[in-house]
């Protein structure tokens, strides 16, 4: 018999503080690149990453170390996907907020 898979749907829970810091996501369409900015937990400034490519973003933030907990990094890609297809499509983007025309 073949698995029926996992279904999709859940609770999600509030973001859990991350002891690395947290980001602040932007796009800059002049420079056509997505920007995220790494605060400390004590909100001095961090690190900047500009890049236009969400995957390779969220990749180098893993692969540094910037993000501790899963639930933070799923927020965050899907965070990145969303500022990318903005600036690909020239909609208007906000971090937590949907992607709307501009």
Known sequence: MRDPGLQ?????EPL???PKGFFVITIDRLKACII???????????HVMRGRSSEGMWLALIREGLVTQLSR?????AELVKAETALR???T???D????SS
């Open 8 to 12: 999709p749907g859940g609770k999600r």
């Open 16 to 18: 859990a503080h991350d």
């Open 36 to 46: 995220a900015h790494h605060d400390t937990p004590d909100a001095h400034p961090g």
């Open 73 to 77: 990094a799923a927020y965050l890609g």
């Open 89 to 91: 499509l020239g909609l």
């Open 93 to 95: 983007y906000k971090q």
């Open 97 to 100: 907020r949907p992607v709307a």
